[in-house]
């Protein structure tokens, strides 16, 4: 699932030979390749322009908000963007979803004031709003907002199919009360409940997704127990429910509790905190990435996930769908800015030479199945304190620029950028820019898409995709591995067969993985407040490293809700890995964290290279294998 919207920017189309005919330039018709670099010299100049010409409340604005709002005002600079989307979604009534940072709670009242909704606000001044269009510039001028930015976008890391959206509604409704997942077999928890006694008594297990639209149908079914909701904080959507199934199916007395972690960033940081001091979780779960989580520092939820797991809570949570650079389904790429020797039409700023040999190549290509996919970028700069100006930039085949993001960085921001592939089209490619300042180690990561090769550009990807708040150090971060049928559907158009899990069988080594699965490593730049890990270098050299994902779990399982009928992805395999934790747990209710991760790790089924891998980690966690790791006897 991801929450995101967009809206079309005002445009007036107008081909290159009209812009030649306005400006009493010969008519003359330029070649495909000319004509490509006039309308990306046209396109990059025109929103160079804009950061150029900046107002003191515009410089703490997202560049897409600034662009939706020049765009709506200047017919002349649309007809220079005839194919761009800033990706902001203004409703009918003209407001914007915004995050607003500030240095108290004062602002809150502003939103309200300037004909605002706010829709959640923190003691530390961050707000989420419904903020019209018009009233950007007077809540940014204030003195004490520090940024507006569109809401960020986040996902959950279910990997939906066909099979599911294809069965009768009359097949769905005769199995509903009958679901048990196949992971409980697979990862031999129900053999272990009954050699070892244990159930996940005395434990409580929190789950963080984006909703539990149908508890209260699963509960009248027999599904689930009580669930534990935190005060207003029920969400919506129904991931949580399907969650909450797997870990009960697995550990069927554990108490269960539940939050959403859709409201905000802040919001979800918050109930993070709230689920260990008001819901007394023991094991907390989730499924959820924001866009904006950097790779390269523990920035909020990363910081909430130190806190808790500092005050003895196991997490876990999803590695995520992004593909890996095993199976070549990954659409990330990392590494130290190299400065392109060519040139961009219309570029102040030096490119990203994306290719390492003597060859230049300022693009990397995007596939058929990015369309609709966020590009977020990263650079090593502390999160909040960015010096250094780096741009991102969407191209379709005809050189048009079609989004980008350009925010300016001049010491106080954040190093980040994000644009959306457009949903139609084809042949689109991304560019980086260096528009001032040092060279620093970039991350680029078209979110479930791929970089391909296409025409001359050759596709240029590298493992590491896991970041955020999985990546937290003592966080576990669950890759997945099929526990029964195949996912059903190709990854993209052309790929291989996916692979099927050992139902009714258990996993072994030769069990596969699944081909969606995030990889790691992750490397860190900064620590979480900021302060540099090895001072002086934040290149490939520097920084320290991560070994994520620490561990695999089941997808692919059945549920009772309907939507996740079957259940794949990262978001199915975390709640496997939670589950079997609180049978540890019930079964030696002294050990440390430490010791509960020890037991799983040490017992895990190597799965692909010997040892640790980029993609599953330590392997697959087994049940009763890791019930005997911790000490604990058959009864």
Known sequence: MVR??????????????????????????????????????AGISALQSIKKTLSPA???QSSQLVVEKRLRADRSLAAKLPDYRSGVGVSSAGTVAVDISSRDQGVANAVKAAGGTVRFASPDGAVRADLPLSALDTIAGRADVVEVKPAAQATTWREPGNRDAGAPAAVKAAVAATQVSEGDKAHGADAARATYGVSGS???????????????KSQSA?????????????????????????????APNATLGFATAFTSEASFAANIRALRTTGNCQIIVDDVSYFDESPFQDTQVAQAVNDVTAAGVLYFSSAGNSGNATDGTSGYYEGDF????????????????????????????????????????????????????????????????????????????????????????SGYKVAVVKYSG???????????????????????????????HSAAANAFSVAAAPAAGAFSRPLETGDPANPAGPYPGLFTASSKWERFSSDGKRRLFYNADGTAIT????????????????????????????????????????????????????????????????????????????????VTGNGVIMAGPALAALGVQPR
């Open 4 to 41: 995101f919207s967009r809206v079309a920017a005002h445009a007036v189309p107008l081909t290159v030979g009209t812009l030649l005919l306005t400006t009493g330039v010969s008519a003359a018709q330029p070649s495909s390749v000319d004509a490509a670099a006039a309308r990306t010299e």
């Open 58 to 60: 515009e410089r703490k």
């Open 202 to 216: 005395g434990i409580k297990v929190c789950v963080l997704s984006d909703g539990v639209d149908s508890l209260a």
């Open 222 to 250: 027999g599904e689930l127990p009580a669930v534990d909701v935190l005060s207003g904080q029920k969400g919506s959507g129904d991931e949580g429910t399907a969650m909450l199934e797997i870990i009960h199916d697995l």
């Open 338 to 425: 190299r400065a392109s020797s060519a040139k961009i039409s219309g570029v102040t700023g030096t490119p990203h030479d994306f290719d390492p040999s003597s060859t230049t190549q300022n693009f990397d290509a995007l596939s058929a199945g990015s369309l609709g996919k966020p590009v977020t970028l990263f650079w090593s700069d502390p999160w909040g304190k960015s010096a250094n100006d780096y741009d991102l930039f969407i191209l379709n085949s005809s050189g048009s620029v079609v989004a980008s993001s350009e925010n300016a960085q001049s010491g106080s921001q954040n190093p980040y950028e994000i644009a959306s592939v457009p949903t139609t089209g």
């Open 438 to 468: 040092a060279d620093r180690f970039i991350a680029l990561n078209v979110i479930r898409g791929r970089f391909v090769a296409s025409g001359s550009l050759k596709a240029f990807s590298t493992n590491g995709v896991t970041n955020g």
């Open 535 to 614: 001072p002086g270098n934040v290149s490939s050299t520097g920084g320290t490293v991560r070994s994520k994902p620490d561990i695999t779990a089941a997808d692919g399982v059945a549920t009772s809700v309907t939507g996740f009928q079957p259940f794949f992805g990262t978001s199915a395999a975390a709640p496997h890995a939670a589950a079997i934790a609180a049978l540890l747990l019930s079964g030696k209710p002294t050990a440390t964290p430490a010791q509960i991760r020890t037991a799983l790790v040490s017992s895990a089924i190597d799965l692909g290279t010997p040892g640790f891998d980029t």
